[in-house]
């Protein structure tokens, strides 16, 4: 393979987001979604500090803190109310194509990620209504179920507080805790 002059990358650059599409329970809700905030993944810590110790330590326990994501509307939806039936969790798909650049290649590969969760409505922002622009209309999800998994079917994140499941990068974080139990 030939690199072009002056590079030594070999490996595709990440470059952004082409375009993504939303499922909820399997059908594709209404076009018109401006943009998705995933959830942050944070871990419980407890800080540690007794005798014999010359300082303080954070630990890092393999306890999700709740996990929240964030869908932006350009306008006003009824998809938006479907969401937010606080009696149910919702099964959404977000199907995001991703573009790279392959310097190998000298031009664009693109790749995908499937982001699924369940969650339930939390929290609906109506926005602002002005002629001409966008409502920017939000709703926050509590998360309870999250899994991100590439193209090639590699598991990058699986979050299950309830079932006792959390798998980073393919290796399963918590198989020798539910070994336990």
């Keep these: 393979m030939s690199l072009p002059i002056g590079s030594s990358a070999t490996q595709p650059i990440p470059a952004q987001v082409v375009t993504f599409a939303v499922y909820r329970e399997g059908a594709a809700l209404a076009s018109g979604i401006a943009d998705v ?4 993944i ?31 509307w350009r306008t006003v939806h009824e998809d938006q109310f479907t969401l937010m ?23 664009p590969r693109f790749d995908g990620v499937s982001v699924r969760m369940r969650a339930q409505g939390k929290k609906l922002t109506g926005g602002s209504v002005a002629p001409g622009t966008a409502t920017d209309t939000e709703i926050e999800l509590a998360v309870h179920y999250l899994k991100m998994v590439t193209n090639s ?6 979050a299950d ?19 336990l139990l």
């Design 37 to 40: 905030k995933l959830p942050d």
């Design 42 to 72: 944070g871990f419980v810590t407890e800080e540690v500090f007794g005798a014999g110790m010359t300082g303080k330590l954070e630990v890092v326990m393999p306890l999700l803190e709740a996990m929240v994501a964030t869908i932006k």
């Design 85 to 107: 039936q606080v009696l149910q969790q919702q099964g959404l798909i977000f199907r995001v194509a991703q573009e790279s650049y392959d310097p190998g290649a000298g031009g």
């Design 153 to 158: 079917g590699k598991i990058l994140i699986e």
């Design 161 to 179: 507080p309830v079932g006792r499941v959390l798998i980073v990068d393919g290796v399963d974080q918590l198989a020798s805790l539910r070994a």
